[in-house]
């Protein structure tokens, strides 16, 4: 089962890709991993991924996961 970890690094591995796309084929990007992701665990949050995926921390664990990027 995947954990709060793994999802902050394919959040920030998915995010790398932005600069290398257009906005639209990112969202589709972001769109296809988050429906790879659905029922990886349980507690799976699919807006918080799409949100992380921009790089932006949603609450104090991801403000703290991106400190160490």
């Given at each position: ?32 991993w988050t ?11 699919r807006e ?22």
């Amino acid at each position: 089962m995947f954990q709060h970890r793994h999802y902050v690094e394919l959040a920030k591995m998915v995010q790398s890709a932005k600069a290398r796309m257009r906005p639209v084929d990112f969202d589709a990007y972001v769109e296809e991993w988050t429906d790879m992701l659905t029922g990886t665990n349980p507690r799976f949050d699919r807006e918080r991924f799409r949100t992380a995926c921009q790089g932006v921390p949603v609450n104090k664990r991801d403000k703290e996961c991106r400190a160490t990027i």
